[in-house]
């Protein structure tokens, strides 16, 4: 279950219930961004599953990336269903007037669609440019973003499972766990390189290192 935060009133309007998630897929996600031609990708568990070419788990929400420079590009594409965007900042969620702009410390926007009553995805502000993958925790850390955003068959952009488990490493959730098992046995030798260093250098002894 998505942790719970402080929600605070805003415009006269109370926050909608934190748990009303009816998340899309990242299909139906893929095909209403289909009009947008700036860098988004799946992220989190979900992008583990588009990598593997199936559904391995329940999903409790669905999460995607974009550069900061392109938010209004996105909340623009995806506000044709009347859609409502919430920042979530140090366990505190608000909502974002149509003019407003996220402060500088915000990196996760949630998309309430409001004639359905339920939040649909979790759009997350990440680093970088067009060209260059950063990691927002060490922003040291960079790779071309060709090599770290893949494509399904059907055209839908995620991240690099290696980066996705470099996420996931300093929580070490259940799910997190799982999603490492899952993953682990495709990861090619230069990914797991990649990996156990990004690991050493993060995280130094780690356990998922020596299994790498």
């Given at each position: 279950m998505i942790n719970r935060m402080l929600c605070r009133m805003n415009n006269q309007k109370i926050v909608p219930d934190q748990n009303s998630w009816e998340p899309w897929s990242p299909g139906e996600l893929s095909r209403r961004l289909s009009h947008a031609s700036k860098p988004w990708c799946v992220v989190?568990?979900?992008?583990?599953?588009?990598?593997?070419?199936?559904?391995?788990?329940?999903h409790e929400d669905l999460e995607f990336t974009i550069l900061?420079?392109?938010?209004?590009?996105?909340?623009?594409?995806?506000?044709?269903?009347?859609?409502?965007?919430?920042?979530?900042?140090?366990?505190?969620?608000?909502?974002?007037?149509?003019?407003?702009?996220?402060?500088?410390?915000?990196?996760?926007?949630?998309c309430?669609?409001?004639?359905?009553?339920?939040?649909?995805?979790?759009?997350?502000?990440?680093?970088g440019t067009d060209e260059n993958w950063v990691y927002k925790r060490d922003k040291q850390i960079t790779r071309q973003r060709n090599e770290m955003v893949l494509l399904t068959v059907d055209g839908i952009p995620y991240l690099n499972p290696s980066a996705v488990l470099l996420f996931k490493a300093k929580y070490l959730r259940p799910?997190?766990?799982?999603?490492?098992?899952?993953?682990?046995?495709?990861?090619?030798?230069?990914?797991?390189?990649?990996?156990?260093?990004?690991?050493?250098?993060?995280?130094p002894g780690h356990t998922w290192a020596s299994m790498l």
């Open positions: 989190g568990g979900w992008a583990i599953d588009l990598w593997l070419g199936a559904k391995t788990r329940e900061r420079e392109d938010l209004d590009i996105f909340r623009h594409v995806l506000n044709v269903n009347h859609m409502e965007f919430y920042s979530v900042s140090d366990g505190v969620i608000e909502r974002l007037a149509a003019d407003q702009e996220p402060q500088m410390e915000t990196s996760q926007i949630w309430f669609d409001r004639p359905a009553e339920c939040w649909r995805v979790d759009m997350m502000i990440e680093s799910k997190d766990e799982d999603d490492f098992a899952r993953a682990l046995p495709g990861l090619p030798p230069s990914e797991r390189l990649w990996l156990r260093n990004c690991l050493d250098r993060l995280h």
